[in-house]
């Protein structure tokens, strides 16, 4: 299932951050997961939320350069070799990633791994042949 993320740019200053994450807060969105990638002056961050379009029409209404993607969650086994198996997949099928970011929320439980693919639809077609399905987070979370 492909899930809709948000990218946002920050200006690498105090306090930007924070006022993002309180004027979703103030819209009733909740974080699922979120990534922050410095750039220079700026910073890169990537959300998933429980509302992706509420998301995008409250940070744009305040003025943040903002833009919308696909991406996709899969359940990778917290062990050495895990994502190794995942990558080799989707390489078979010439699919490269473009970006992940990953967390584990208990030692020796999957983990759950966001990916921007090159191509998303054949790598959910090789991952599903697979028996390895893409993951709801907003689900997956209970939330």
Do not use: W
């Amino acid at each position: 299932m492909k899930i809709q993320q948000i990218s946002v740019f920050l200006e690498n200053r105090p306090g930007r951050l924070g006022a993002l994450c309180s004027i979703l807060a103030e819209a009733g969105v909740n974080l699922s997961t979120l990534s922050l990638a410095d750039t220079g002056e700026f910073g890169l961050l990537r959300l998933i939320t429980s509302d992706p379009d509420k998301t995008l029409r409250t940070l744009t209404a305040a003025g943040y350069a903002v833009a919308q993607s696909e991406v996709i969650a899969l359940q990778v086994p917290d062990r050495p070799g895990g994502l190794a198996g995942v990558l080799e997949i989707i390489e078979k099928e010439g699919v490269s990633v473009e970006y992940m970011y990953a967390f584990a929320l208990r030692s020796g439980q999957d983990a759950v791994m966001v990916f921007r693919f090159s191509d998303m639809d054949k790598a959910i077609d090789a991952l599903h042949s697979a028996g390895i399905n893409a993951l709801h987070v907003v689900d997956q979370l209970g939330r």
